[in-house]
């Protein structure tokens, strides 16, 4: 009789199983001299067998139904099946004749009723193993997910902490992770640019691969990577310490969805062009160039539009007087730079003001969240509505923590926003005698938003503390209007010309935008 000899291991626990294909061969080789057994073929595969659809598997059935050999050697039957499928070929090879014999050293068979009889309950105990198998891993996800506990492998920029069943940052991983996303949301590059500056930096797979593109697409879209654990379209707050903040991951889903619409090639790359949008029609602005000059219109998709070009020229006037409005010189820099850092403990007071408000708020998204809960176990509401709104209030809920940390752990954080208005309004002035429009355009976009053109006029939407700025400076010459000690002359005229009224509306603007 000739045997086929047939090795397995399970993908799943690899680590555990390192040795067991060897250790299977050497076992069933030296039971073959034993038996005195004729092996024609040998087979291993390390697949799992809860499902069909084994390549080297079918191979062996393949070669038994052809005559090739008439028997199988294998370690026990769960090497060879733990599904119904595969068992029930094995038990019909049996029946029809094809397959005449099998060989265990750590099981019992016949060739007899009595025999299948046994070899099919052995088939059932596999399956039924993998079937409670199954189950209890999926209840340990489940608990691991109630705790906020990553349930498996830990992604990249983490490593699994297996005292605390839960994930670490990687120190040497993490910040690369973080700077992809920084890239990515920059929208100055690719997938396929970033893939490449991580290969230079090192960035590696737990194997040591090289990452593809198509991983780094799942990386950039896992929430995980700011707290968040998202399970079978369900999301559950993790403990773990994020690398990237929620503003940041939302920043890069935003320039992924506009990167995945169809873009016109442009055939010409004028300064300002894809920047404005009519005030009549809300169609985009495009230009064109006649006669040497360059003009700016309304594309009129939509509908017919009576608004006029306006030349590039006067446009630019335009745009640098709203950057004049908006400047500042040095001597108010400095002025305005020493207020603020005398006001440190008053800024820290408010600080604490807010944090007990996001603290409320966040005990109130709690105490919502158990409610919906409550809702669900009384079968008020049904399962996908419940996910629904728990996804929504855990993602309002990690928005507020998130802010919460931004108000705790940098002691200054309102006060470094606000120096970094003062100190880019002061740059704004060096952008008056310079025909840079790139510079020009990126300066617009830092402090507006919404730009239109309607009636030969440029409008925007001021960003935080820059409208400040623009709506509380009537004239060139701004005066104080408040001093803790106006006794002191001295003081007083040290300030006389620096904008502390706008400041002081830029702090509230900054706490409460």
């Excluded at 896992?222 to 690398?243: C, L, M, S, T």
């Excluded at 404005?276 to 939509?302: F, H, L, P």
């Excluded at 745009?319 to 010189?329: A, F």
């Excluded at 006001?343 to 409610?371: A, R, T």
Aim: glycine share 4%.
């Amino acid at each position: 009789m000739k045997y086929i000899l047939y090795v397995r291991k399970s993908t799943e626990g690899e680590e555990r199983q390192a040795l067991s294909i060897e250790s299977q061969i050497i076992e069933l080789k030296e039971f073959a001299t034993k038996e005195k057994l004729e092996i024609v073929a040998s087979f291993q595969e390390a697949k799992t067998a809860k499902e069909p659809g084994r390549t080297k598997f079918a191979e062996m059935i393949n070669l038994l139904e052809s005559g090739v050999a008439d028997g199988i050697l294998a370690w026990h039957p769960d090497r060879l099946a733990r599904n119904s499928i595969d068992g029930g070929k094995i038990v019909y090879l049996l029946d029809i004749g094809k397959l005449k014999d099998l060989k265990f050293p750590s099981f019992w068979f016949d060739n007899t009723p009595q025999g299948k009889f046994m070899l099919n309950i052995a088939f059932g105990q596999s399956k039924y193993y993998v079937d409670n198998l199954s189950e209890n891993i999926k209840r340990g996800n489940r608990q691991k997910l109630r705790k906020g506990l990553w349930p498996s492998f830990a992604p990249i920029g983490y490593l699994n902490n297996h005292q605390t069943k839960g994930i670490d940052i990687d120190k040497e991983k993490a910040p690369l992770v973080k700077k992809a996303f920084e890239l990515y949301a920059s929208g100055e590059q690719t997938l396929k640019s970033i893939t490449k500056i991580l290969q230079k930096l090192g960035l590696r797979s737990y194997r040591h691969n090289i990452l593809s593109i198509s991983c780094i697409h799942r990386m950039l879209n896992n929430p995980i990577y700011y707290g968040i654990i998202k399970f079978k379209d369900e999301i559950y707050p993790a403990v773990h310490e994020p690398i990237i903040s929620q503003k940041l991951f939302n920043q890069v889903q935003s320039v992924m969805n506009n990167r995945g619409k169809k873009k016109r090639k442009k055939l010409h790359n004028y300064s300002f062009t894809g920047l404005m949008k009519c005030g009549t029609c809300d169609c985009s602005i495009t230009a064109e160039k006649q006669k040497g000059y360059i003009y700016y219109r309304c594309t009129k998709k939509k509908s017919t539009c009576d608004e006029k070009y306006i030349r590039e020229e006067l446009l630019v006037e335009q745009l640098k007087e709203i950057i004049k409005k908006v400047s500042i010189s040095k001597e108010y820099k400095d002025n305005m730079l020493n207020e603020l850092d005398s006001q440190i403990d008053e800024l820290k007071s408010e600080d604490e003001i807010i944090i007990n408000k996001l603290n409320i708020k966040k005990i109130q998204l709690e105490n919502k969240l158990d409610k919906l809960l409550d809702m669900k176990i009384d079968n008020l509401i049904d399962n996908e509505e419940y996910a629904q709104k728990k996804n929504l209030l855990i993602t309002k809920k990690i928005s507020v923590s998130e802010e919460i940390i931004d108000f705790s752990s940098l002691e200054n954080n309102r006060l470094e926003r606000m120096k970094k208005v003062i100190i880019r309004s002061c740059q704004a002035k060096k952008l008056l005698d310079s025909n840079n429009y790139s510079e020009i355009l990126s300066f617009l976009k830092d402090i507006g938003s919404n730009f239109i053109l309607k009636g030969k006029k440029f409008r925007f939407k001021a960003k935080i503390g820059y409208s400040a700025i623009l709506n509380s400076r009537p004239n060139s010459n701004w005066r104080r209007v408040r001093d803790s000690n106006p006794r002191n002359p001295q003081r007083l005229n040290s300030f006389q010309d620096c904008p502390i009224q706008p400041l002081w509306q830029l702090s509230k603007i900054l706490i409460f935008p």
